[in-house]
């Protein structure tokens, strides 16, 4: 029968094999599990190994980073990586294997290699957008069109971020006078909590329907560790597939993230995504100004070329009637000088002669004139009709011409909630024609305001510049 001895004993003799069995610290490859950090400083973590296959956990062990060597490693691990030393990641660890009487077994941590983190999360990130392209899901929310005013926005941020107040500022400061109607879905930005939270105000925001018209997900600040959520396949699914169109602007400088990658836009900054949806409604209202200008061009030339076509054909038939008149005027003074002559070489032996041809002229000048008259009166009435038709028909042109430029007229366009701010009698397009003291009027569609220019600020590469 084998020997009796104390489990204090027994621990001892675990403790001395594991000593001699591993003397020296080990390279260790492990997924963080847990984390904790307690006042003193010290960073308790729980490791484990997963099958590749079954995601199931085949290994765990207790590790220990105590507060001096903590301090040291948690920023150079954030610092080179760009990660937060967080749980879920995969990471290489210099450990010494320990084997306490009391506590057990457990790894203390001297070291960590943020090379291999890298590498892995490359790895990650690659197949989150392997597996996003092949469930064909990656191009989705970049397929969707985005409506030429988008004015309806909802947004999710969170509430106290500076990103957001400079989105709103952007928004609803812009110098043209451009109006939006936004509700924000206040979200946690960063850290383990907001992959669900950003995922729960997507959620929320399509029980809407199509009330929205654009999605913006916007962060401002922090730093760039604390990008790593939007890297999640989990959250690039709820975006890609979402279907309302979303613009990104998270503030990041580096590579874009995944959920940029499957948004319909990704800009650097809120501000940006702001003067993108501002240069939206700027760019139709230019469309808009050159089409009306088009038209009226165009209505202009009409005229002016229907004045000289009718010019033309009133030269053109002046001649014509007068030609007509004194052809007319001819025949009868021949006809008068042939009457005179008959007259006075038999005035004395054809008084009954004469009679009978004094009465044969009249019937024929009365026949003569009548048929002038005729004449004169066709080409007068085929003038008329010439001239009404081709009136009618100007008039009628003119009249869709005058609807279609009522549809563009300035009025109704500032009835849909539009002003226009004008300068020295002209319109105002871009905030640099402006100086500090000018006074301006902005026109409303009822009534107008006259004000005084205090400061005009100029963004460029979505930064504020002052003039």
């Not at 009796?4 to 027994?10: K, V």
């Not at 690659?126 to 996003?132: C, M, N, V």
């Not at 939007?230 to 990041?252: C, E, R």
Request: aromatic content about 10%.
């Amino acid at each position: 029968m084998a020997d009796n001895i104390s489990l204090h004993e027994l621990n001892n003799s675990i403790r001395d094999s594991i000593s001699v069995a591993f003397p020296e610290r080990l390279w260790v490859i492990a997924e963080i599990n847990e984390l904790n950090i307690n006042k003193s400083g010290h960073c308790y973590l729980e490791l484990i190994e997963k099958n590749n296959d079954t995601d199931e956990i085949i290994a765990k062990a207790r590790a220990t980073i105590w507060a001096f060597t903590f301090r040291l490693l948690k920023p150079y691990f954030e610092t080179t990586t760009g990660r937060n030393f967080s749980s879920g990641l995969k990471v290489l660890l210099l450990v010494k294997v320990e084997f306490h009487e009391l506590y057990g077994y457990s790894l203390n941590i001297h070291d960590i290699d943020p090379t291999y983190t890298i590498g892995d999360l490359a790895i990650q990130r690659r197949k989150t957008i392997e597996k996003l392209k092949n469930e064909g899901v990656f191009q989705m929310n970049k397929e969707l069109e985005l409506p030429s005013l988008p004015s309806t926005i909802a947004i999710i941020s969170s509430e106290t971020a500076a990103g957001y107040q400079d989105f709103i500022d952007q928004l609803n400061q812009n110098p043209y006078g451009y109006v939006y109607n936004t509700r924000l879905f206040p979200s946690i930005m960063q850290g383990n909590d907001a992959i669900e939270s950003i995922t729960h105000s997507l959620d929320r925001i399509y029980n809407y329907g199509d009330f929205f018209d654009v999605v913006v997900l916007i962060r401002g600040g922090g730093s760039q560790s604390d990008l790593s959520c939007f890297d999640n396949y989990w959250l690039a699914n709820h975006v890609a597939q979402f279907p309302i169109p979303i613009l990104t602007g998270i503030g990041h400088d580096k590579d874009e993230s995944v959920t940029d990658l499957v948004a319909k836009h990704s800009l650097k900054t809120p501000t940006a995504v702001a003067e993108y949806l501002i240069n939206r409604y700027l760019d139709l209202e230019n469309d808009l100004t050159e089409l009306y200008n088009l038209i009226v061009s165009e209505v202009n030339a009409s005229l002016e070329n229907n004045k000289k076509i009718l010019s033309q054909i009133s030269i053109q038939l002046v001649p014509v009637i007068q030609t007509a008149i004194t052809r007319q005027i001819r025949m009868l003074n021949q006809f008068s000088t042939v009457f005179k002559l008959n007259t006075d070489q038999n005035i004395h032996n054809k008084n009954n002669y004469l009679h009978d041809q004094l009465s044969l002229m009249g019937f024929h000048l009365k026949k003569f004139f009548i048929k002038s008259s005729n004449e004169i009166y066709y080409l007068k009435k085929i003038l008329l009709v010439l001239t009404g038709k081709f009136s009618t028909s100007q008039h009628q042109n003119l009249h869709l011409i005058g609807q279609s430029l009522g549809l563009l007229d300035p009025q109704q366009v500032l009835k849909r909630g539009y002003s226009l701010t004008y300068a020295s009698g002209k319109i105002v397009r871009n905030a640099s024609v402006l100086i500090k003291g000018q006074s301006i009027t902005t026109k409303f569609s009822i009534g107008k305001a006259n004000s005084i220019v205090k400061k005009v600020i100029l963004e460029q590469n979505g930064k504020a510049k002052k003039k």
